[in-house]
């Protein structure tokens, strides 16, 4: 691994690392499929945040050595491909813990407190001309005390947010992997946990066995109070069913951070209609924070220069 390397960051949402080794960077504000080919041609380490390495540019790459990703999930690279070349891949884990509970908490308060319809009444001048604001709420909200909260997905993220559940005086239940033979100690039967719950927190992350864990038959089963709220990964609620869910009043309401395919568009996402009631979202944002771009570069350092060492560390693949 010695010589200088070549770091190629495919999109500068932070500054590059200063690591500790012979190096050059090139860097990019963002990178498309079709110019990641030849932008990481001659690179030995890529680093991507959010843009998909895909298959051609893997293989279009002459001496690429690793693949770093400024991110605890690692769903926009193509593992087959860089296994093929034994190419391994690292990633930062756990800095956006605190940013994305956060998030999910601000996503239920402004579901359960109608604070967007609240606002656009009042800002047309509508909050009081048409009798007390209150009575548009679809019910009167629960407080957090009356809230059953589960947890799906129980990694640093799922554990922060059932924390932060605990301190605001929710009942908190960890569901149990769909279909799992047994159940673990502190932890409920998944679909016994969808009977329960007023608020669900999707944490998970996106694999063959969480794809659409949330469809149809479980939205058909919890109550039509519940919120349920995504800020793990696009694909583990089925977009399509979570839009007829809502529209048919089968729910209380749901807020996604994530996406199946990103960007969403009114294309590609049943989400993005506009006539979908109780439903809040957001691009994608609740990893960003200052703690978030501190750690991430803190990390992502240490992770290259184990690379360049020898001693690989955080490594995925």
């Known amino acids: 691994m010695a010589g200088t390397h070549h770091i190629v960051l495919l999109d500068n949402w932070v500054s590059p690392p200063n690591v500790d080794f012979d190096h050059r960077v090139t860097q990019y504000k963002s990178t498309s499929p079709d110019q990641l080919p030849e932008r990481i041609r001659d690179a030995t380490i890529v680093v991507s945040s959010y843009t998909q390495v895909t298959r051609a540019g893997i293989e279009a790459t ?103 559940g605990k301190a605001l005086q929710m009942q908190v239940l960890i569901a149990e992997r769909k279909g799992a033979e047994s159940i673990r100690d502190g932890r409920m039967e998944f679909h016994q946990a969808l009977t329960k719950g007023t608020i669900f927190m999707v944490v998970a992350p996106l694999d063959d066995e969480s794809r659409n864990m949330i469809a149809a038959s479980e939205l058909g089963i919890i109550d039509d109070t519940a919120l349920i709220i995504n800020v793990g990964r696009g694909g583990t609620v089925s977009e399509h069913d979570l839009a007829n869910a809502l529209k048919g009043g089968k729910i209380g309401g749901a807020a996604c951070d994530a996406f199946s395919e990103e960007p969403a568009t009114r294309v590609n996402c049943p989400l993005l209609d506009p006539t979908i009631p109780n439903l809040i979202l957001s691009p994608h944002v609740a990893w960003y924070s200052s703690r978030t771009i501190k750690g991430t570069i803190e990390v992502q350092k240490a992770n290259l220069e184990a690379f360049v060492a020898g001693k690989a560390i955080n490594v995925v693949l």
């Open 62 to 164: 002459r001496h690429l050595q690793l693949v770093a990703c400024n991110s605890t999930g690692t769903n926009q690279v193509d593992k087959v491909a860089l296994k093929e070349r034994n190419i391994p891949l690292c990633h930062v884990p756990a800095q956006n813990t605190d940013s994305v509970s956060e998030h999910a908490f601000a996503l239920y308060f402004a579901l359960r407190r109608q604070i967007i319809p609240m606002h656009e009444l009042t800002m047309a001048d509508q909050a009081w001309s048409m009798g007390p604001a209150f009575q548009r709420f679809p019910r009167a909200p629960r407080t957090n005390s009356e809230e059953t909260l589960v947890v799906i997905g129980y990694g640093a993220i799922g554990k922060k947010i059932e924390s932060i």
